[in-house]
């Protein structure tokens, strides 16, 4: 029932199709009777002297020639001068108006439903002729052929009929198109149900006669349109999956890949059909990569991605062979994407193959062809970059390979495994590396000059620079393993005069579009050279500095040559820098040395330190952005490491990873904090930077927790049996007395510039350690070196009462001499303390005449203090007695 369902929509369907031709052919003789009652051209008022030649009359009636008219142009339209444009009549210019829904129904519609059930219907004819029984397979796979001939007949019969008719096909429902892809889906139906259902044909005819109807099916695509041609390249390209077999052919298979290639990018070029063209590639690419690195099969591989990327350069690339045309200077996205596609897959090719000298050789072929045809059009420029990268990749693959414990956890090298530096095939390599940085380097620099367009010198530059440099830094770790080399130094040299010698070149001459950008490329190129240079010729730990000094120099290259790559270029360099003692913070590892102050952290710390800290003076003066504060920001952070790791190296004699910490330590760290803080605070009123607002307030934070976690909690002398060390020039004094200093120091920096409370809480933390210094030290007179434990005196508790009262009297005395109501504020918390103290500890505490001494030395200088208020600070005059007569 369901069968019968099927025929009769089929059926309707074509009779709805019938109709809507006869509709069609009865509206264009109406157009043509419009068009033939129309009033004939204006003329213009200034029309020339001397008469043109009228072009020829239009009849809109059936021609003698129909093939040579398209519906978009008629022949009065191609005779006409540029300078004018054909009169058009009034209801041409009316706009049509929206079909409604009959009209969509009945051209619409009905032709998608009917197209979709007459595959559909002969699929299930097929599947009725099994069920019932009434065919054998034979007749079966004959009527199914003849259905699909019918169809295809059937499109080619409508179109021919639409081309006499001179109506154009809806572009959305085109009766022929849909027809001819209902043929080709029930054709490949067929010949797939013939060789998978019934064994008829060989999987060999069958990947023949599947791949015919795909072709086919692309060829018809230049008659039918786009959608026929997406049908077409999609089943010829999934032909190999449907067709299985015991033992495949790869030569086969890649041959009849290369063959739908070459037929999906000959119908994309004649059609311009870019979305074909990327379609092909992509799909082609990915059947390349099937199997790859199966032993035996380099050559079929080899064979695919060799003769796509051919193909794809002849057809595809704009400018080159049978390709599109090109416009000068312009850079096309298919066509560099076409060439970098084939690339991936040689570079897919060459790490799965494990580097052999065959797929080597592939690959050197490749990236050489893309120089040539970069050099040849603009419009493949784009695949330069993506060749230098694979080119990259392909060695620093090579290079691990030659060095398997650097994918091992940190624990020490394995001997004995992986090649050694002179086996297999290194020399090819390092001739291809050779051939490689040449090729780049030459034609990076004969290239400037040659574009209109700034972009392309800058892509030839860009390569000429980065290929040479990753293919010698993968060499020399392939090689010398990353030890010390001086004939690889000796190449950094050479490589670094060549670049210094492009850009002296470059900068004598006239000036081209992106020529300035090109020379300062090479010069960051020199550089870097000269950076690796030192790398390899000097010890572990070199590589840091060098990289910090190439940071410095493209600082200083960005101001001769402002470009805005060259300051993002420093920034990234820094970036590195970071990255690196992240991961070794000693820069040199165990040779790190013990001598104090003079050791590897000085040169690894400090170098890059000033390198960050001239190279953010150089920036500076061209701006303020985001690579100015990275450089400044690394500047800070490499200072602040210096001091701190140079003092955990000193203190702790070399064994920066020391798990504690003494009080001697913590007291260096906060006082060299609190300086870098105070520094920070007048860098920035000079140059108003925020890296140097945020940096002050970060390390004067930082400090402030080694304050209250480190001195007060963690290496407290009275909560910890620790030595203090002698009577007065000991630990404390470092320890408190100091830092007291400096955090009244910053307060009175930040005063005024900061917020309020900013300043008065350092002042406040200032006071706080400064008692605790006069506790400290009392406690050390009576308790010796050592302050934890012990029994307090009423000795000892009246000394405190005093020490603390006279404390607040030398702060009051400065508070009045200076005029500074923060020193009076303090003298009165601890005097205030010192009262506290008197009436809650003394008073229970002390006994005979300490006690009594205690109170009356501060009833003594309570009054003291309240007369120095009134006498001197609040002096009021005594008004004047009147007398009462």
């Known amino acids: 029932m369901f069968e ?34 129309s009033p004939p051209e204006r003329t213009t008022a200034a029309a020339p002297a001397v008469e043109q030649p009228l072009a020829p009359t239009i009849v809109p009636d059936v021609p003698a020639e129909p093939a040579a008219q398209t519906p978009t142009e008629t022949p009065a339209e191609s005779a006409a001068p540029p300078s004018e444009a054909p009169a058009v009549p009034e209801a041409a210019t009316t706009p049509a108006a929206s079909p409604g829904l009959e009209e969509r129904l009945g051209t619409r519609w009905v032709v998608w439903v009917g197209g979709l059930t007459l595959a559909l219907g002969g699929l299930f004819l097929v599947r009725y002729s099994i069920e019932a029984g009434l065919l054998g397979p034979g007749a079966r796979i004959f009527l199914g052929g003849l259905f699909a001939a019918a169809l295809l007949a059937a499109g080619e019969w409508t179109r021919r009929k639409e081309s006499i008719s001179q109506i154009a096909p809806l572009p959305i429902a085109n009766i022929p198109v849909i027809l001819t892809a209902a043929g080709t889906a029930v054709a490949f139906g067929t010949v797939f149900a013939a060789y998978a259902l019934y064994d008829f044909l060989s999987p060999a005819v069958a990947f023949l006669a599947l791949g015919a109807v795909a072709l086919a099916t692309l060829a018809a695509a230049l008659l039918h349109g786009p959608a026929l041609a997406g049908l077409g390249v999609v089943g010829a390209f999934v032909t190999p999956v449907l067709v299985s077999s015991d033992k495949p052919d790869f030569w086969a298979l890649y041959i009849y890949v290369a063959v739908v290639t070459a037929a999906a990018f000959g119908l994309a070029r004649v059609r311009m059909w870019r979305w074909l063209a990327i379609t092909t590639i992509v799909l082609g690419v990915i059947w390349s990569l099937v199997a790859m690195g199966v032993p035996g099969l380099l050559s079929p591989h080899a064979f695919s991605v060799m003769a796509g990327f051919a193909l794809a350069a002849a057809l595809v690339v704009s400018g080159l062979l049978f390709g599109p045309e090109a416009e000068p200077g312009k850079i096309e996205p298919i066509s560099s994407a076409a060439l970098g596609a084939y690339l991936f897959a040689a570079t897919v090719m060459v790490v799965a193959y494990q580097h052999t000298d065959p797929a080597m050789v592939v690959f050197a072929i490749l990236i050489a062809a893309v120089i040539a045809i970069a050099w040849r059009t603009d419009a493949a420029a784009g695949a330069l970059p993506a060749a230098a990268i694979f080119a990259g990749l392909v060695f620093l693959s090579w290079a691990v390979r030659g060095n398997p414990e650097w994918l091992v956890v940190p624990g020490g090298a394995m001997q004995g495994v992986g090649p050694e530096a002179l086996e297999g095939s290194v020399a090819a390599h390092l001739t291809a590396a050779l051939v490689f940085a040449a090729g780049f380097g030459l034609a990076g620099f004969l290239a400037q000059g040659r574009s209109s367009n700034a972009t392309v010198p800058v892509i030839w530059s860009a390569v000429a620079v980065a290929t040479p440099l990753w293919l010698l830094i993968a060499t020399y770790a392939r090689i010398a393993h990353l030890d010390r080399s001086i004939p690889f130094a000796i190449v950094a040299v050479l490589l670094a005069a060549a670049f210094a010698y492009a850009t002296e070149q470059l900068s004598r001459r006239e000036q081209r579009p992106g020529q300035a950008i090109a020379a300062a490329l090479f010069a960051t190129g020199t550089l870097s050279a000269l950076a690796l240079a030192f790398t390899f010729a000097l010890d572990k730990g070199w590589l840091t500095i ?42 040199a590892g165990d040779d790190i040395g013990t001598l104090p102050i003079f050791n590897w952290l000085l040169y690894g710390y400090g170098i890059p330190a000033l390198s960050f800290w001239a190279g953010s003076y150089y920036l500076r003066r061209r701006g303020d952005d985001a690579p100015l504060r990275m450089v400044e920001a690394a500047a800070i952070l490499f200072t602040v490491l210096l001091v701190f790791m140079e003092i955990r190296h000193f203190v702790n004699g070399g064994d920066v990873y020391r798990a504690d910490a003494g009080l001697i330590e913590v007291a260096l760290q906060v006082c060299t904090m609190l300086a870098m803080a105070i520094g920070l605070e007048r860098l920035r009123l000079r140059t108003g930077s925020i890296i140097h607002n945020i940096g002050s307030l970060v390390v004067a934070a930082i400090a402030g927790l080694f304050i209250v976690f480190g001195l007060f909690l963690l290496e407290m002398p009275m909560l910890w049996p620790n030595d203090v060390g002698g009577l007065v020039w000991n630990k404390l004094l470092l320890g408190y007395a100091l830092p007291a200093v400096l955090l009244l120091a910053l307060s009175y920096t930040v005063a005024g510039r900061r917020p309020a409370a900013y300043a008065n809480t350092l002042a406040g933390l200032a006071l706080v350690l400064a008692l605790t210094y006069v506790t400290l030290q009392i406690r050390r007179f009576f308790h010796g070196p050592v302050l934890h434990g012990g029994v307090t005196t009423d000795a000892e508790q009246y000394v405190y009462s005093l020490a603390w009262l006279a404390f607040g009297v030398v702060l009051l005395t400065v508070g009045l001499i200076f005029a500074s109501q923060r020193a009076r504020l303090a003298s009165a918390v601890v005097i205030g303390l010192t009262v506290l103290k008197a009436f809650l500890f003394d008073m229970s505490n002390l006994t005979g005449v300490y006690r009594a001494l205690s109170f009356m030395g501060l009833g003594l200088v309570l009054v003291a203090i309240g007369w120095l208020y009134q006498r001197i600070l609040f002096k009021r005059t005594a008004p004047q007695q009147v007398a009462a007569e």
């Open 4 to 37: 019968i369902l099927v025929a009769g929509i089929a059926i309707a369907a074509l009779i709805f199709s019938r109709k809507a031709l006869n509709r069609l052919r009865a509206a264009e003789a109406r157009i043509a009777a419009l068009e033939a009652a």
């Open 546 to 587: 060098a990289l910090a000094l190439m940071s410095l120099g493209t600082a200083w290259i960005s101001l001769r040559r402002p470009v805005p790559f060259l300051r993002w270029l420093a920034a990234i360099l820094s970036v590195i820098v970071v990255a690196r003692i992240g991961y070794e913070p000693r820069i």
